[in-house]
């Protein structure tokens, strides 16, 4: 994640003892309710920034415009794309499944994909959760123009991606590949019968209660959503939009701040696996060289200054997110673009 920095950084702003405290929480809202705006004119049309510390939402607010063509203000409760950020949605799902002695962690993967060849090695269910299974990433890494589809079943785009050659062998290396976790949809689909979607929703997002967390369909207008734009020679423009079944399992989600963070509560207090669970899956992958990654299972987990963060970002056309958590100190902060890879750069905006 590229601005776990700049998120710190805001973060260092609430670690302040409970005296003073209020007076503190004025400040740094004051100090961003000046800041953003100057600095979201270089980057994107809008965003909405939430802040949250020991439970309670100290800071929530939107800046900039939802469209542009038409003037329409950004709103905090709008939905957004949130790419990559709905990986550890898909995370949680394995591990569900896991947890019912349904699917191992050590299980290879050719036990649920049968035909995806074995390239000389074991390709766990760990390796894909972690970023260590040494495969291409379909997104940035293969170009097949004779398998590229309008759009795509989950089978196409396993076809896509098996039959290229290993980036390194599993398990002794970390290479980001939204590959991994588009298998894991399929390999979910392979063990319950349902579809992804119906999976997530019925196992996942139910039981965590959020209302406004959801599968993207191409064909449903959704009202609450800012038009995303990118950014094309240093000029925003209206964005041409991913198709929805490209991302599948690898970051297919809409969301807002609020649901973000109600899924980040539904974690901790144990809704939807259990705490030795979630432990694990926020603890750094070890490689066979005993060294650490710093991806556990779909979060980046990093140590900042002293202080453990669990993070990650999103970036899909015409939409960014962003999202951190210090677990000590018990802060989360999430932020939402409707630009692709806008960068509030937060460093820059502190100094």
């Not at 800071?59 to 542009?68: D, L, Q, S």
């Not at 896509?160 to 991994?180: A, H, M, Q, V």
């Not at 979607?197 to 997002?205: D, S, T």
Request: proline share 4%.
């Amino acid at each position: 994640m590229t601005k776990s920095l700049c998120f710190f950084l805001i973060s260092l702003l609430l670690l302040t003892s409970s005296y003073g405290q209020i007076k503190q929480e004025k400040k740094l809202s004051k100090s961003l309710d000046e800041l953003i705006p100057k600095r979201l004119t270089e980057i994107a049309p809008g965003c909405v920034v939430m802040i949250v510390k020991n439970d309670k939402v100290i800071y929530k607010k939107a800046f900039g415009t939802a469209n542009t063509e038409l003037n329409i203000p950004m709103q905090p409760n709008m939905l957004f794309r949130t790419g990559s950020m709905g990986k550890q949605y898909t995370v949680i799902a394995v591990l569900q499944l896991v947890e019912q002695g349904k699917i191992s962690l050590q299980d290879s993967i050719q036990k649920y994909i049968k035909d995806f060849p074995s390239k000389g090695y074991t390709i766990t269910i760990e390796n894909l959760l972690t970023n260590t299974s040494g495969i291409k990433d379909y997104l940035s890494e293969i170009s097949n123009p004779a398998k590229q589809k309008e759009s795509y079943t989950p089978k196409d785009g396993v076809d896509y991606i098996k039959d290229e050659p290993l980036n390194f062998k599993p398990g002794s290396n970390y290479r980001y590949s939204n590959s991994n976790f588009y298998l894991l949809g399929y390999i979910i689909e392979m063990v319950t019968g349902k579809t992804f979607e119906n999976y997530l929703k019925e196992n996942v997002l139910d039981k965590a209660d959020l209302k406004n967390t959801f599968y993207i369909h191409p064909e449903v207008n959704i009202p609450d959503m800012p038009q995303g734009y990118s950014k094309f020679d240093g000029k925003i423009e209206k964005a041409t939009l991913q198709e929805v079944t490209i991302m599948y399992s690898a970051g297919a989600l809409i969301s807002n701040a609020d649901d973000i963070y109600k899924w980040h509560q539904a974690l901790y207090n144990q809704q939807l696996v259990k705490k030795e669970t979630l432990e694990k899956a926020t603890t750094p992958f070890k490689f066979e060289d005993g060294t650490f990654s710093q991806y556990a299972y779909g979060w980046f987990v990093k140590n900042i200054d002293g202080s453990k963060t669990i993070e990650h970002s999103g970036s899909t056309d015409g939409y960014q997110s962003d999202e951190i958590y210090l677990p000590t100190e018990n802060v989360f902060v999430v932020a939402l673009y409707n630009c692709y890879e806008a960068d509030m750069d937060w460093q820059i905006l502190t100094n």
